[in-house]
């Protein structure tokens, strides 16, 4: 069992930047693919990316490519999200998943999730 504890989300201005962290709990962290998704009021979750295990490798989706970015640290079993120039359609609660299948943009592939952070972004 896996526990993942996400944190830095806030309230940001149209045009800030936000560093998501998602801290798991077990030694064998690197041993797990993780992404990161959102989900706002109303709306499915989202993928927005996802880093391999060793961190060499990472894919972004189209809608948050070049504004996120995606980041591991293994000795510190921490996984980021460095979010730019974020508008409000941004606002949302954003989760880290702990997977198998790098670069999954499925729920279902994902084994463990966060309680999420919220993210606001006003105009």
């Known amino acids: 069992q896996v526990t993942l504890i996400e944190s830095g989300g806030g309230l940001v201005q149209a045009g800030g930047s936000l560093r998501l962290s998602c801290a798991a709990s077990?030694?064998?962290?690197?041993?797990?693919?993780m992404s990161w998704f959102r989900q706002a009021p109303g709306k499915e979750r989202e993928f927005l990316a996802s880093?391999?295990?060793?961190?060499?490798?990472?894919f972004h989706a189209l809608s948050v490519k070049g504004r996120f970015a995606i980041s591991r640290d293994n000795a510190k079993n921490t996984v980021s999200l460095l979010m730019n120039s974020l508008q409000p359609d941004d606002t949302a609660v954003y989760y880290c998943?702990?997977?198998?299948?790098?670069?999954?943009?499925?729920?279902?592939?994902?084994?463990?999730w966060g309680q999420g952070t919220q993210v606001t972004v006003s105009s």
């Open positions: 880093i391999q295990r060793s961190g060499d490798k990472t």
């Open positions: 077990e030694r064998t962290f690197s041993q797990y693919v």
């Open positions: 998943g702990a997977g198998q299948r790098y670069g999954s943009t499925r729920q279902e592939d994902y084994l463990y």
